[in-house]
């Protein structure tokens, strides 16, 4: 009857749970997926980027870092803060605004929707009559003026967000005032551009589409000038003093025009096609920023010739003779400039170039020579090649920690020195308590190592292993121009040693032939990647000095290293092996294939055929929805009769589909079964294998068929290390009934507490284990967790998790929790990740589940596979290609943005020339720039920091997960990475950041 | 003749000999040398089997684990529905017995015995606790090499809820494979609807999920349908003269209402790992401790933990008075045994 005695009934235990477990979402890191809005403010010195998914997110000094998300998840259009203000305006594409403000509560910053609102017309209006095209916030923080495209300008009050209906600029009341007879209502269509003057609030400059501009006396109505271009108008930009503007066209040109108050229609100062004569793209935004020695800097994006360079992503800076158009990798979404913002400076001193592409966000330096690149110390870009797998070690002894840091820095010589210009807020979260590090491999063969201790993922070294091997590239290249080349995923091992010094020598390899018994086997994926001979430089940091192929050249699967004993262990889809790397000798071999298991042999693998099949009915949903959106829309110009077809066999697919619904299989898992030798997790422990008088060194192996074997090692003591050799005998091996994947194995010494990791025994990090208790060993499969006696196995305990909830287990790991009530309390548990999305935290020793939390849909294949738990109860997942979710499971270990945004004092009551933002141009300040209750203010209005995208809707996010499933790098492909790399790593030069080219 | 007699005694596992030595011998240890008698033997799922020849003679030494239970009847009471499955855990026997002719005899008379290792393959269960439109089958994968053969599909059923007919999305069975355990049963058809899976209701699943299931319950599957033909429901209230017949396609119908027990408890002792020691023999992975929990059920195999020893037990000796480990749920086995077997004859366990 005892099975009826269902955990969680007891009181205290209950009460030690909401101690002990809490689930957050803490941050998101690296770089926002599909970033469409950047706007920034001068007065907070803090940016905001916009996504296409309707997140926003405000980055200030490093740690300081606010998110939003708008319900609809819609993209944000554009981003505008309020002058002198703790708020900001968003525009969506589905016309509406949003009004955010920070307000502190808690003693924290915290970042909120306050208002929304949709521009309506009068009934019976087109909706492009209220179609906001630009947007102005007045300096007088009363009012936000609306352009449209219907050339009608709308007042619209702050913070109510309110239409001023009187106030409404209407394009015949400016052509009312403008006495030429070729300015028609036509001219006045789309408002392209609205700019405060510098100097006076009451002017504001009005750019129309078809080129025409105006400037507007408010306090009168009444157009005090006006300017006629002759080519369509994309932007606009005040000179600080206010005497001349700059306008930019379609046609690749600016144009400078004077402003006086003397003659009402002006005449161009100055035309200029930058990249004339042939035809250019169009110049979509400038800036003119002054300087003392009077030469200007001109800033512009966009412009090319179209021929030659059109389908270049570039912003040019000019600055008397130096010219120089930085080449972005993906297409620039927005920029801005960080220039003194003292109102009483005379010039505009500009200091740095942020510029926003969709893959990056780079930040020159426009004080130095060279115009470097600076190092951001967020919003890394992860995926400059995507990432295959990842890894995450806690606690590392601070002498290490300072030699991959200066290790890194010399990678970073290029960059500029400059402090990291944006550097609005205060960050207030206590130091993270211990320095971690993530590491992520990626497709081009580097591992990346970042600082995960706190907020900001911030990369600290970067280590490429292509050097070791014959390419294309001359190894003594710079490797930083490797960039886009394909290369194979990781399937050597690699054992590294950190070295301060730059070195050349030969690396040793070895060849572990996996099928060293088998007959009859032929490989037909692509072979084993050749090794340089000669003598390879390395520069100083992680550098290789013996390389382990394995033969046939299959994806390693698992990896174990134990740099106590000098061993690793590695794993393939034929078997696994032990090398010995102090005297870089192979141990052993074991084949785990199946006699039966041919599939093994074809080469990369090839995927589970319901998972591609889902994959392919994703891509005709998506396609049908696109192809009965476009339709809508009422064809677009060239829905060809190809598109139909496309369209109509799409539709009969789906129906096809739709006759013949997917169906399952139900059959139970046979030791003939494809891809049963798999190697999916390997484990080395000192415990208690033959008898339980005597412990010794052991590996232990998992494989996909359910099968673990266990073999008893015999390591020489440390003064015969060199002399003697590492031996190994097979001693157990045990055969799952169900047969389910292996994916964990753990050994739990006489205290119940699983063994410690070698290194941090090593550094006195952690308690040595008890060796008086009998120790148990935990097999987890993707089923079930089971828990064996030693050394004698019996079962003991055992959690049937798949056969009771439907769900298996993808990630598992051990965590420590410690209780936020009292210090002394902590535990162990463990942390699984099930193929649904839910973490669950089940006890040690006793297999009870203790809570669940929905934590990532279960849709997000790519989601699931990237997770990566750390040891203290934290994880993070990739949301995007480009994006870590870090998320807590913990009361106690909590990393998250905890940061305050103070109104600085506003010194003048006259202060010129803040621009901010994209279209938000200079304005003026009155007044004391304080106004009441902006901040401390209660709000019960929560933002949800929640940030689910909707990537799966996504159908370049499905590309890519198909992509990576095809490449044979599905959930897998993360156990290549290495269980304890500390120690021993491979040098790289070379920066991270893949900055403009020049 | 009532009343039973123990004996227990050892063999030598490597050579077992010829079965007609090993009857004189069980009729030298009884001291009943001119009784024709019956010999069955429990095998490791629990079931009655006899022995009559050398093969299954063997078969029975070489499962012995390493005790191995003789039964001993004599002829003319023996009862020959006492063999079969499950035969050691009901009361009734009810089997339909499939008899083969056996010609290894020194008798004159026709002795028919069981088949070698006769199994269940499926059975319907909880006839009694479910609704007459539900069906509960379990289907034994272990001992037989056919595969499960079956495929399930998402679709939508009707349901009665408070507020009228509600379509729902529900699970069914989509396809049978020839030749595979679900069909050769009969029990299954496309179009079922499934509702449970070892006790675990699926509404709210999805297809993945319930899959998943499956499988890793594939070794005892109990898949609780709403058959898509109506027509063969169990009729509740003709069920009054034993089990056979609740369905006529029931094969193996069990009495027991007996819920959780049926879903969970028996199958533990299907699902054991096996360990190979230092590139030894494979063995079963034995219960760390055993729990007086499994008392109840004698598919519980008896299972001495000294995996040294080889042959039987090392003496032969009265059982009846041992109380520890595992000798003392071999004390009880007899005692729950008796009530039915006083009424069949002798029984003699050695």
Same mark, same amino acid.
């Given at each position: 009857m005892r099975r009826f005695l269902r955990p969680g009934h007891d009181p205290v235990r209950e009460r030690l749970k909401r101690d002990l477990f809490q689930f957050n979402k803490t941050v998101e890191h690296g770089f926002p997926h599909q970033p469409s809005a950047l706007g920034y403010s001068p007065f907070l010195r803090l940016m905001a980027i916009g996504t296409r998914s309707g997140a926003i997110k405000l980055y200030g000094a490093p740690g300081v870092e606010f998110m939003g998300l708008h319900e609809e998840n819609n993209t944000v259009m554009q981003i505008h803060f309020i002058p002198d203000q703790c708020q900001l305006v968003t525009l969506l594409d589905d016309n509406s605004l949003h009004l955010w403000s920070l307000k502190q509560q808690g003693g924290a910053s915290?970042?909120?929707?306050?208002?929304? +609102?949709?521009?309506?017309?009068?009934?019976?209006?087109?909706?492009?009559?209220?179609?906001? /095209?630009?947007?102005?916030?007045?300096? #007088? =923080?009363?009012?936000?003026?609306?352009? /449209?495209?219907?050339?009608?300008? +709308?007042?619209?009050?702050?913070?109510?967000?309110?239409?001023?209906? $009187? =106030?409404?600029?209407?394009?015949?009341?400016?052509?009312?005032?403008?006495?030429?007879?070729?300015?028609?209502? &036509?001219?006045?269509?789309?408002?392209?551009?609205?700019?405060?003057?510098?100097?006076?609030?009451?002017?504001?400059?009005? $750019?129309?589409?078809? *080129?025409?501009?105006?400037?507007?006396?408010?306090?009168?109505?009444?157009?005090?000038?006006? +300017?006629? $271009? #002759?080519?369509?108008?994309?932007?606009?930009?005040?000179? &600080?003093? *206010?005497?001349? +503007?700059?306008?930019?066209?379609?046609? *690749?040109?600016?144009?400078?025009?004077?402003?006086?108050?003397?003659?009402?229609?002006?005449?161009?100062?100055?035309? /200029?096609?930058?990249? $004339?004569?042939?035809?250019?793209?169009?110049?979509?935004?400038?800036?003119?920023q002054t300087t003392k020695n009077g030469l200007p800097y001109i800033i512009f994006q966009g412009g090319m010739p179209r021929a030659s360079y059109g389908d270049r992503h570039s912003i040019s800076v000019i600055h008397g003779s130096q010219q120089t158009a930085f080449d972005f990798t993906s297409r620039v979404i927005d920029f801005f400039i960080i220039f003194s913002s003292d109102p009483a400076a005379e010039f505009d001193d500009p200091s740095a170039l942020v510029a926003l592409a969709e893959e990056e966000l780079v930040v020159i330096d426009l004080k130095s020579a060279g115009w470097p690149a600076v190092h951001p110390p967020y919003l890394a870009s992860l995926h400059c090649s995507a990432i295959t797998c990842s890894h995450h070690v806690s606690n590392i002894p601070l002498k290490l920690w300072e030699r991959i840091i200066s290790a890194g820095s010399k990678q970073n010589i290029h960059y500029s020195s400059m402090p990291w210009p944006i550097d609005g807020g205060t960050n207030i979260a206590p130091d993270p308590p211990q320095r971690d590090l993530l590491l992520t491999g990626h497709e081009d063969g580097t591992v990346r190592f970042w600082d995960a201790s706190g907020v900001c993922l911030h990369l600290l070294y970067k280590l490429s292993t292509v050097r070791v091997f014959l390419t294309d590239a001359d190894p003594n290249d710079n490797m930083n121009t490797l960039g886009e080349d394909e290369w194979p995923p990781l399937r050597k091992v690699l054992v590294m040693e950190l070295n301060d010094e730059d070195a050349e020598h030969v690396v040793d390899h070895a060849e572990a032939d996996l099928l060293q018994d088998q007959e009859g086997y032929r490989w037909k994926g692509h072979e084993k990647l050749k090794t340089r001979d000669g003598p390879v430089r390395f520069e100083a940091g992680f550098q290789p000095f013996v390389l382990v192929q394995c033969q046939p050249p299959a994806v390693v699967t698992s990896l174990a290293l134990h740099s106590e004993w000098k061993l690793v262990a590695f794993g393939t889809s034929h078997g696994f092996g032990l090398f010995d790397h102090q005297q870089k000798r192979l141990v052993f071999v074991k084949c785990t294939l199946h006699p039966s298991d041919q599939l093994a042999l074809e080469g990369p693998l090839s995927r589970v055929k319901s998972l591609k099949k889902s994959l392919r009915q994703s891509f005709r949903r998506i396609r049908r929805s696109r192809v009965s959106s476009r339709k809508r829309r009422g064809a677009a110009g060239n829905a060809s009769e190809v598109q139909e077809a496309n369209a109509k066999f799409d539709q009969d697919a789906l129906q096809e589909m739709e006759l013949a619904p997917v169906q399952r299989k139900i059959e139970a898992r046979s030791a003939e079964d494809s891809f049963t030798g798999f190697v999916r997790t390997l484990y080395f422990a000192d415990t208690f294998l033959r008898d339980s008088s005597r412990h010794c060194p052991s590996l232990w192996a998992g494989t996909n068929g359910g099968t673990v074997y266990a073999f008893c090692l015999r390591v020489p003591p440390a003064e015969r290390r060199m002399d003697e050799p590492v031996r190994a005998e097979q001693a157990k091996e045990i055969q799952l009934m169900h047969r389910a994947p292996v994916v964990g194995i753990l050994v739990l010494d006489g205290r119940s507490t699983p063994l410690p990791e070698p290194l941090e025994v090593a550094h006195d990090l952690s308690k040595s284990p008890d060796m008086q208790g009998s120790h148990q060993l935990l097999v987890v499969s993707e089923e079930q967790f089971k828990v064996f006696t030693l050394p004698k196995v019996s079962s003991k305990l055992k959690l049937k998790l798949t056969a009771l909830e439907g769900c298996r287990v993808r990630k598992v790991t051990v965590a420590n929790f410690g209780s936020c009530k009292t210090d002394d309390y902590s535990e162990n548990d463990l942390a699984v990740l099930t193929n649904l999305g839910d973490i669950q935290i089940i006890s040690l020793p006793f297999l009870k589940l203790q809570i669940r939390y929905p934590c990532i849909r279960k849709e997000d294949v790519s989601g699931i596979a990237s997770c990566v738990f750390t040891k203290y109860g934290q994880g993070f997942y990739l949301i995007s290609p480009s994006e870590f979710e870090r998320f807590s499971l913990s009361t106690k270990w909590l990393v998250e943005p905890r940061c305050i945004v103070d109104m600085p004092e506003v010194t003048s009551n006259n202060h010129v020339h803040n621009k901010s933002g994209t279209e938000n141009a200079a304005r003026k300040s009155r007044g004391s720039g304080k106004s009441p209750g902006d901040c401390g203010e209660e709000d019960e209005r929560k933002s949800g920091r929640l940030m689910e995208h909707a990537l799966l809707n996504d159908e370049k996010v499905l590309k890519e997960i198909q992509s990576t499933l095809e490449g044979g790098r599905g959930s897998y492909a993360e156990r290549n990475s290495a269980r304890s790399p500390l120690g021993h790593g491979l040098s790289n030069g070379g920066a991270d950041q893949p900055g403009p080219a020049v | 003749m009532f009343g039973a007699e123990f004996r227990r005694f050892s063999l030598e596992r490597s050579k077992p000999g010829k079965f007609e030595e090993f009857y004189g011998l069980l009729q030298h240890v009884h001291k009943i040398p001119n009784v024709d008698v019956l010999v069955g033997y429990t095998d490791i799922h629990g079931d009655l089997l006899p022995i009559n020849n050398d093969d299954n003679y063997h078969k029975a030494v070489s499962t012995a684990n390493p005790l191995l239970r003789i039964f001993i009847q004599r002829k003319e009471d023996a009862d020959y529905s006492a063999f079969g499955t499950d035969t050691m855990t009901r009361k009734k026997n009810v089997l339909s017995n499939v008899l083969r002719p056996d010609n290894h005899k020194k008798k004159p008379h026709i002795v028919i015995s069981m088949p070698q290792d006769f199994r269940p393959v499926s059975s319907i269960i909880d006839v009694d606790i479910l609704p007459e439109t539900h069906r509960r089958v379990r289907l034994y994968k272990y001992g037989t090499d056919k595969p499960l053969g079956f495929y399930i599909r998402d679709g939508s059923s009707v349901r009665v809820t408070p507020h009228g007919l509600e379509k729902v999305p529900g699970i069914f069975i989509s396809r049978l494979v020839p030749g595979g355990l679900a069909q050769s049963t009969g029990l299954l058809a496309v179009n079922d609807e499934v509702l449970e899976v070892n006790g675990i209701e699926v509404s709210g699943k999805s297809l993945d999920q319930v899959t998943d299931m499956m499988i890793a319950n594939s070794r005892n599957l109990i898949i609780t349908v709403r058959p898509a033909n109506q027509r063969n429901n169990v009729v509740r209230n003709s069920r009054t003269s034993g089990s056979s017949g609740q369905s006529t396609e029931s094969s193996l119908p069990s009495s027991t209402p007996n819920i959780l027990g049926n879903l969970q408890g028996e199958e533990e002792s299907d699902e054991e790992d096996i360990i190979i020691e230092d590139s030894g023999e494979p063995q079963q992975i034995p219960k760390a401790a055993p729990t007086s929990e499994s008392i109840e059920s004698l598919s519980q195999i008896e299972l001495l933990h000294e995996s040294t020893q080889n042959g039987f037990l090392p003496s032969s000796e009265m059982n009846l008075n041992h109380s520890a480990g595992s000798i003392s749920m071999e004390c009880e086995v007899p005692e729950q045994g008796r009530k039915s077997l006083e009424e069949d004859g002798t029984i003699i366990t050695l």
């Open positions: 915290e970042l909120r929707e306050e208002h929304r +609102f949709t521009l309506k017309g009068p009934p019976g209006s087109p909706p492009s009559a209220t179609q906001v /095209t630009a947007v102005l916030p007045h300096s #007088s =923080r009363e009012v936000l003026y609306l352009g /449209t495209e219907s050339g009608n300008i +709308f007042v619209v009050e702050l913070p109510s967000l309110r239409v001023l209906e $009187g =106030r409404t600029i209407s394009p015949e009341a400016v052509l009312q005032r403008i006495p030429e007879d070729n300015c028609n209502r &036509r001219s006045c269509e789309l408002v392209e551009a609205l700019q405060e003057h510098p100097k006076n609030p009451d002017q504001v400059l009005i $750019g129309y589409s078809r *080129g025409l501009i105006v400037l507007w006396d408010l306090q009168n109505n009444k157009a005090t000038q006006h +300017f006629l $271009g #002759s080519q369509q108008l994309e932007n606009l930009y005040w000179q &600080r003093d *206010g005497s001349k +503007f700059i306008s930019c066209h379609y046609d *690749g040109s600016y144009t400078q025009w004077p402003v006086s108050s003397d003659n009402k229609q002006s005449e161009p100062l100055e035309n /200029t096609v930058p990249y $004339g004569p042939f035809p250019c793209k169009a110049i979509s935004k400038i800036y003119w | -």
